[in-house]
């Protein structure tokens, strides 16, 4: 899910960059910016999540009570 965020946040960039007069190579896009940020991201990801479950720390979800708008007042 993170990894399908980074690429969607860099297609969305990219796209944007064409808009504003950036060449339109398709291909250069995936081979110069979506698969080495995909890479990144997977270094960064496994940098970080496995020393914290090798520390034995799980993420835990958590969750949003439900509540009015008038409630507070």
């Keep these: 899910m993170t990894l ?3 690429l969607a946040a860099r297609t969305v960039l ?3 960059a064409m808009l504003g007069g950036a060449p339109a190579a398709f291909g ?10 995909l890479f990144v991201d ?3 990801l496994t940098i ?3 020393p914290l479950r090798l520390a ?3 993420g835990s979800g ?6 009015r708008y008038f409630a507070s007042l």
């Design 28 to 37: 250069a896009l995936a081979a110069d910016v979506l698969l080495p940020g």
């Design 62 to 67: 958590f969750r949003l009570q439900r509540g």
């Design 56 to 58: 034995g720390l799980e």
């Design 42 to 44: 997977m270094v960064l």
């Design 14 to 16: 990219a796209i944007g």
């Design 4 to 6: 399908g965020a980074g």
């Design 48 to 50: 970080c999540y496995v």
